[in-house]
């Protein structure tokens, strides 16, 4: 079953292709991370998917709802975290979260207050006013507003952009606890890529308003695994155009810094690599590293071509 449905969806601002073809299911339960570059059309699709805007063609459909016709039913059973969310600064958080209760219209407002205010820690700090809050604090304002309507699909907008770590800590552990949650689907966008990896189940990657990649992290990284990375560390800065040279006739990825080169390659032909390197240039270390999302981001977006795993 899934959560979410956005079929062959199309939506401009004047002259720009914010989402061209957009095509994306999440599957129910999951928690589902939207990767880009800037630009690439993530926060655009998040307010398609809350009725914000309209697509100019395709369908977008929430829980088995198409958006554009089920309206308001739709925004009850969505929580949306905006990328930037700011509160008055003279209300408290209580007072904030009463606010977003009573234009919601929702029944017994003080409970779901209280079970918000508990689920993202801030009890305590609930009648403080919410111009002494930290951005930490701020953000997991912003959730708290999301979760008032007890929500079964999540939308979180870079809910981590601009936090000092212990905010991101603090962030992450409120969106693990959510997940245990199964009838709870979850998606996030982010640039953190370990932020991803650590909390997704699957993840969509977004370039210029088009899919590059989607499916579950391990499918995906298992699709670029026949490759690892050996990062070498050169003895003398200056050696490193002789050891591109001693690389070159080999079918691998060659990439330079100023004292290292990271090659990509497959696995059988590491000792073979090393081997060229040694001979070629003084070599001070080495690493091989198994691919991780970052290479996934990397390939999609050198790549065209659409990758599903
Ligand atoms: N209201 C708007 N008017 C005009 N152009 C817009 C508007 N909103 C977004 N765009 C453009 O649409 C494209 C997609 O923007 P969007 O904000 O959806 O991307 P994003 O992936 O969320 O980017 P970021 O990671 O920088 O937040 C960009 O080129 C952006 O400049």
């Not at 929702?106 to 609930?126: H, Q």
């Not at 997704?200 to 699709?223: E, Q």
């Not at 003398?236 to 001693?246: H, K, M, Q, R, Y």
């Not at 050198?302 to 599903?308: G, K, L, N, R």
Request: with cysteine; glycine share 10%; net charge negative.
């Amino acid at each position: 079953m899934h959560a979410i449905d956005v079929t062959d969806v199309t939506k401009t601002y004047g002259d720009v292709t914010a989402l061209d073809g957009l095509s994306l299911a999440v599957e129910s339960g999951t928690t589902f991370g939207l990767l880009g570059t800037n630009g690439a059309g993530k926060s655009t699709l998040f307010k398609l998917l809350v009725g914000h805007v309209r697509p100019d063609s395709g369908a977008v459909a929430v829980a088995g709802r198409d958006v554009t016709t089920a309206g308001a039913a739709i925004r009850r059973s969505v929580g949306y975290l905006p990328e930037r969310a700011g509160f008055p600064s003279a209300l408290t958080g209580r007072e904030v979260l009463a606010f977003h209760a009573r234009i919601r219209g929702l029944a017994e407002p003080s409970a779901r207050i209280d079970e918000a205010l508990e689920t993202v820690g801030l009890s305590d700090a609930a009648d403080r006013r919410v111009g002494g809050y930290s951005n930490g604090m701020t953000r997991r304002l912003g959730l708290a507003t999301a979760l008032l309507s007890r929500p079964r699909i999540l939308l979180l907008d870079e809910p981590t952009a601009g936090l000092d770590p212990r905010g991101v800590a603090s962030f992450h552990s409120i969106v693990r606890q959510l997940d245990r949650d199964d009838d709870l689907t979850v998606v996030l966008s982010s640039h953190v890529l370990p932020e991803v990896e650590r909390l997704c189940d699957a993840v969509a990657i977004l370039h210029d308003g088009r899919l590059r990649a989607s499916g579950s992290v391990a499918g995906l990284k298992r699709h670029v695994s026949d490759d690892v990375r050996v990062r070498v560390r050169l003895r003398d800065p200056g050696a490193t155009e002789d050891a591109l040279s001693a690389i070159a006739p080999r079918e691998a990825t060659v990439r330079s810094t100023d004292d290292a080169i990271a090659v990509d390659c497959s696995a059988s032909a590491v000792p073979g690599v090393l081997a060229d390197l040694a001979a070629a240039v003084p070599v001070e270390g080495y690493e091989v590293r198994e691919p991780g999302l970052e290479r996934v981001f990397e390939r999609a977006l050198s790549d065209p071509a659409e990758v599903s795993a």
